[in-house]
């Protein structure tokens, strides 16, 4: 499975950002898909997940929105109220099959990787 991460930039604290994913898994609704950022020097975190139902960091609730469209295969990371510490390379993870409650939020559950693309939030 390929996964094609695209949609970052640079903006400005407040502003906003639409994230996308390109999968090429079969029957991509059966697949959980994950959003991970990595900043300069820290882990790799989990941002927002979405199987049966979604979940999100707490650090980002409220203010990201995480979708699919399973048409399409395609994967949406929509960010808004940017802030300064929102900074980090955004990644795109999937599992075949269903993630629940907090194994939503681990990076060893995602079996397939997106390359990255790098969100800048200036103050």
């Known amino acids: 499975v390929q996964l094609q991460a695209s949609g970052g930039g640079s903006v400005q604290a407040g502003g906003s950002l639409r994230l996308s994913c390109a999968t090429s898994a079969r029957t991509f609704s059966r697949w959980a898909m994950g959003w991970f950022r990595q900043a300069p020097g820290k882990e790799r975190e989990f941002v927002a997940a979405i199987s049966r139902t979604t979940y999100y960091s707490d650090s980002v609730k409220g203010r990201f929105t995480i979708s699919r469209d399973n048409v399409k295969n395609m994967l949406y990371l929509q960010m808004n109220s940017l802030r300064p510490e929102d900074t980090a390379v955004y990644y795109c993870?999937?599992?075949?099959?269903?993630?629940?409650?907090?194994?939503?939020?681990?990076?060893?559950?995602?079996?397939?990787w997106g390359q990255g693309t790098q969100v800048t939030v200036s103050s």
């Open positions: 993870g999937a599992k075949e099959g269903l993630v629940v409650g907090h194994t939503a939020a681990l990076r060893r559950v995602y079996d397939y």
